[in-house]
C-alpha cells in the first residue's frame, strides 16, 4: 500500500510486505490452508505425533491460538488426534495423507512465489540480499535461525 511520492525504504518494505502476503495468502487458499498454519504443518512433519501443548512450545504460540488452527487442520482432514499408546489422558496429533500432500503442495506454492519476487535478480544481488536480510533479523532481535521456513 505505498502512498502517493513515498520514497522511503520504509513505504517500499510496507508495500513489498503486503503484496508478497496478499499473494501467499491467495495462493494457499487456493490448497485450503492459512499461511499462518504452514509452520504448524512443517513442524509435524518433522515430529509427527506432538501433543498440543508441545506443538504451542515449540512454536511459540499461545495454546488456544494452537487449538484452533487445530480444530480448523482437522476439519480439513489435514491432521488427526489419537490418544498417546502409553498415556490414554494425552492426545497426539499426526498428519493425514492429505496433510502430506497439502505440506508439498504448499512447499511449491512457497516456491514459485520466491520465484516470482525474485525474478531478474542475479545469483550474487541474491547473496546480498540474504546477507541484508541476515542483518535486518539481527537487528530486530531475530538472532535465531528462522525455525519456521520452508
Do not use: W
Not at 499462518?36 to 506443538?55: A, C, F, W, Y
Not at 512447499?107 to 541476515?134: Q, Y
Request: charged share 35%; glycine share 6%.
Amino acid at each position: 500500500m505505498k502512498m502517493e511520492n513515498d520514497d522511503s525504504l520504509h513505504g517500499r518494505f510496507v508495500q513489498l510486505t503486503h503484496l508478497y502476503y496478499r499473494n501467499t495468502f491467495r495462493n494457499l487458499s487456493e490448497i485450503g490452508i492459512h499461511p499462518k498454519q504452514i509452520p504448524l504443518l512443517i513442524l509435524l512433519d518433522k515430529k509427527d505425533g506432538m501433543s498440543q501443548r508441545e506443538i504451542s512450545e515449540e512454536l511459540h504460540i499461545s495454546a488456544p491460538t494452537v487449538a484452533v488452527s487445530m480444530k480448523r487442520m482437522e476439519k480439513a482432514g489435514i491432521i488427526e488426534r489419537k490418544s498417546d499408546e502409553h498415556d490414554q489422558r494425552m492426545v497426539r496429533i499426526y498428519l493425514t495423507a492429505r496433510g502430506r500432500e497439502t505440506i508439498e503442495k504448499s512447499k511449491k506454492c512457497v516456491e514459485d512465489n520466491e520465484k516470482t519476487v525474485f525474478a531478474g535478480f542475479s545469483e550474487s544481488e541474491m547473496c546480498l540480499m540474504k546477507r541484508f536480510f541476515d542483518q535486518m533479523i539481527k537487528n530486530l532481535g531475530g538472532d535465531d535461525k528462522h525455525n519456521c521456513c520452508m
